[in-house]
């Protein structure tokens, strides 16, 4: 359901309601607000996460437990990105982070792949034409991944929308697609050596004209050089990677930024996943936040 078609909705409900149904929906309203607002700040006492990564599984098999057509279960899954955007906006998350479609998707059926690119361009033109929770959250959205890869209505877009949102500077939101971290890594290889390559062309054509080379090019790939080229550059590694469902694996899943991240693999399905189960992963990274700090104190006295 798109967000224009959820207003209208819910409008539509608002006429329908009795007065007396009205102020007790009011009332719930308010007190969920007030109880959220309370819990927040609770959880504030402690650590706070400022960067949260999602691997959003479980759409699929939502629709199929439910007997729902195809994409169904990922149009539910869009509404709980939404919800979890803005509870993360309340509790003072910078930067969220998603995995939205691997470049191995692409192998599944052909079908599916086209009712997924579809769904994409629609959200994403739904968020360019109704900005109401980008404005709410002055929210900035990247695309990581190889764009080349997405038909052309999905990549326009997508570019559209990262223009759009350039200088926002709230909530930093980043939609993995099509991604994975070993292509991530293999690109910034690629174009830290074109880097080198055009440093040491410039240098030699110094030599040749006469004039001394104060480049001081190396030809060793630091660390620091690949973080400089990463689609992640600019945005600390995440605290909490949380993938749903109950799912273990990271598939190919920022593999050079979760060395100190903290894993967490929930048994909801994707849409099934609320601000319960958000405020349950915050609780469980602040109880290993010692655990953790530890070890990135350790990892830079070895440095």
């Known amino acids: 359901m798109s967000i224009s078609a959820g207003s209208y909705r819910y409008m539509k409900d608002l006429k329908a309601e009795k007065p007396n149904e009205m102020v007790t929906n009011g009332v719930l309203s308010s007190l969920q607000n007030f109880l959220r607002k309370c819990l927040i700040a609770i959880l504030s006492y402690g650590p706070m996460p400022k960067h949260i990564a999602f691997i959003m599984d479980g759409n699929r098999r939502y629709a199929k437990f439910r007997s729902m057509q195809q994409g169904a279960g990922h149009r539910m899954g869009f509404s709980a990105l939404i919800a979890s955007l803005l509870y993360c906006y309340e509790m003072g998350v910078k930067y969220i982070t998603v995995y939205a479609f691997s470049i191995d998707n692409f192998k599944r059926d052909p079908s599916e792949v086209e009712t997924l690119m579809q769904l994409m361009e629609e959200k994403i033109n739904e968020l360019l034409e109704n900005r109401s929770v980008i404005n709410k959250i002055n929210c900035k959205i990247n695309f990581w991944g190889n764009l080349d890869l997405l038909c052309e209505p999905v990549r326009l877009a997508a570019q559209k929308l990262m223009a759009s949102t350039a200088g926002n500077t709230g909530l ?49 790939i630091s660390v620091a050089d690949l973080d400089r080229h990463m689609y992640s550059t600019g945005c600390p590694d995440p605290d909490i990677v949380i993938r749903t469902s109950g799912e273990t694996r990271l598939s190919n899943f920022l593999l050079w930024q979760t060395t100190f991240s903290h894993l967490q693999n929930p048994d909801p399905l994707w849409p099934e996943f609320s601000f319960r189960h958000l405020v349950w992963a915050i609780l469980q990274y602040q109880r290993a936040y010692p655990y953790l700090e530890q070890n990135r104190k350790l990892a830079k006295k070895q440095l």
């Open 172 to 220: 930093v939101f980043s939609v993995c697609m099509p991604y994975n971290s070993t292509s991530e890594i293999v690109n910034a290889v690629s174009e830290v050596c074109a880097e080198r390559k055009e440093l040491l062309q410039s240098e030699h054509a110094g030599d040749c004209n006469g004039h001394a080379a104060n480049n001081g090019v190396h030809s060793e």
